[in-house]
């Protein structure tokens, strides 16, 4: 035996053999790759046909700034972009709101109106590309200007490609990127699914996350866990709207961390596809296969990166890449080494999706699925995470589900419980960080961030102020008439929504008009 534990706490021994597995039965546990319970991956191919889809999240300061990146990025290779918006944006604010002074700019782009939205995707084949965008509480408004966009370079929402985040859930337990009550974010989210499945059939309409929770500090079982219980919030929200499981599942996708833990990592990766088979098949009825396989996005652990030797996190990211692509992930971002220090220079940022690049063209991962099939340590480690995950997910129901236990503080308090623990190992040393706790250095190495204009916030007050002297300001009060009116009966918001986002209204005057009649949600703990 042994005193060694996983990252979720589970027992790890020194040595796993044929008794680490007795009981177990490949064809229930395992089955075959691209078929229930989808342990071994979704696809019957895996990687050995293609690889994955490498998405760069990118996104600063002003539009035109993060469009020039993002060419860099396709041009270098990256199939998919992945867009990071501003606080601003992310709370549905106007860059010119008192409420954001400073913010403008600062940890994504700026978008306030239709105009941003061109600029952003100036010159980009939004019909080739596959786009994910980071946005939640507001995810309808961008999701609306992309096709309007879109549509405007001729392009039918029936070929767009990508992902919304729109888990607001998660913002109440571990973000903080919220705007409405819980109820009302659930209809807006239910309206989103309808809208996507006529409008953008392609579109993955949520990506359900765990990377904020473990970013937080949540264990890799209640990373898992409490995604998966958001998730089926999200099916019972859109089944109260009217909607089958087999509805929408086939657009459910997942976004999740990847740590420097390897084994874990894969293990945890192989259990959460088990569990959310089992999920939407026993617990939903759901009959299609499509609704039944775990589609996730993965990033690398921000949260393991330091600030001390940045050059030591390229060891990281390499290793937390490759523990994504052996757990089967469908889409990856690797971090930049300097993400710890400020935003990513452009030579990082080259240099975190070379690193996917060679993990897919230069090792031999990719030529077999499911490299770790049958291990004594992978497989038993699926199995105790798998029965962690499923007692967690337990917890939370007992509690009346993900929103009433939410409300309770009950998985910010496990969140907040993991968290302290590793910070109390690390600063009592009986968790090495290199480079901070344990082979460190004396002196410090020059480095030069990037920097973020400072102009930028000016810039887009000024756009405003244009936009708002130019447009026809009846048809845009018409239009948040509209929406005001929808939000109080039981329309399908997006619609209206979409005519007043057309007439040039902004961000902030969509959310604004959402706001006056859902209210604004103050979480009990602020008083």
């Not at 879109?150 to 729109?166: M, R, V």
């Not at 959402?514 to 008083?527: E, H, I, M, N, Q």
Request: aromatic share 8%; proline share 5%; glycine share 8%.
């Amino acid at each position: 035996m042994t005193d060694a534990r996983t990252e979720s706490g589970l027992p790890m021994e020194p040595l796993y053999g044929p008794d680490a597995l007795a009981g177990f039965d490949p064809a229930v546990q395992l089955g075959v790759p691209g078929e229930y319970p989808f342990t071994r991956g979704v696809y019957p191919s895996m990687y050995t046909g293609r690889p994955w889809t490498m998405r760069q999240y990118a996104g600063f300061g002003a539009a035109k700034e993060s469009n020039e990146r993002y060419h860099q990025l396709v041009a270098a290779g990256t199939g998919g972009l992945s867009v990071a918006f501003d606080l601003p944006t992310q709370m549905g604010y106007d860059s010119d709101d008192p409420m954001v002074t400073g913010e403008v700019g600062k940890v994504g782009v700026a978008i306030d109106s239709i105009e941003d939205m061109r600029v952003l995707f100036g010159g980009l084949p939004l019909d080739q590309i596959s786009t994910s965008m980071t946005i939640n509480a507001p995810a309808a408004v961008l999701i609306l200007l992309y096709q309007l966009v879109a549509a405007e370079q001729g392009i039918e929402g029936s070929k767009l490609t990508g992902t919304i985040q729109n888990d607001v859930l998660k913002e109440y337990i571990a973000r903080g990127t919220y705007i409405f009550p819980p109820k009302a974010s659930l209809r807006l989210i239910s309206d989103i699914f309808a809208y996507c499945r006529e409008e953008l059939p392609r579109w993955n309409t949520i990506s359900i996350s765990g990377y904020h929770m473990a970013e937080a500090g949540a264990t890799p079982a209640q990373e898992v866990a409490f995604t998966l219980a958001n998730a089926k919030e999200y099916i019972r929200a859109a089944q109260a709207a009217g909607l089958g499981v087999d509805d929408i599942g086939p657009r459910l996708s997942f976004f999740f961390v990847a740590r420097t833990t390897l084994l874990e990592e894969v293990a945890k990766f192989r259990a959460a596809r088990r569990v959310w088979a089992k999920i939407v098949r026993d617990e939903f009825g759901s009959t299609n296969p499509k609704s039944q396989m775990l589609r996730f996005h993965t990033q690398t652990a921000g949260v393991q990166l330091t600030a001390q030797q940045p050059e030591v996190n390229l060891v990281r990211v390499a290793l937390q890449g490759l523990a994504a692509v052996l757990g089967g992930t469908q889409s990856l971002h690797t971090n930049s080494y300097d993400e710890a220090i400020a935003l990513p220079t452009t030579k990082a940022a080259r240099l975190a999706l070379r690193t996917q690049q060679v993990i897919a063209y230069e090792t031999d991962v990719t030529k077999t699925v499911d490299p770790f099939a049958g291990s004594y340590v992978v497989e038993s480690l699926t199995d105790a995470l798998e029965t962690e995950i499923l007692a967690l997910i337990q917890a939370v129901e007992d509690r009346g589900g993900a929103v009433a236990a939410i409300e309770q503080g009950f998985q910010k308090e496990e969140i907040e419980r993991s968290a302290y623990a590793i910070a109390q190992q690390i600063d009592d040393g009986d968790r090495t960080i290199v480079g901070v706790n344990k082979y460190t250095i004396d002196t410090d190495e020059p480095y030069e961030p990037l920097r973020v204009d400072p102009t930028i916030e000016a810039q887009q007050r000024e756009a405003l102020a244009r936009l708002r002297s130019e447009r026809d300001n009846a048809a845009v009060e018409k239009a948040l008439d509209a929406l005001r009116a929808a939000a109080e009966g039981t329309d399908n918001v997006l619609y209206p929504m979409k005519e007043a986002l057309a007439a040039k209204a902004t961000v902030g005057e969509v959310c604004h008009a959402l706001r006056g009649v859902w209210g604004t949600y103050v979480p009990a703990d602020s008083f």
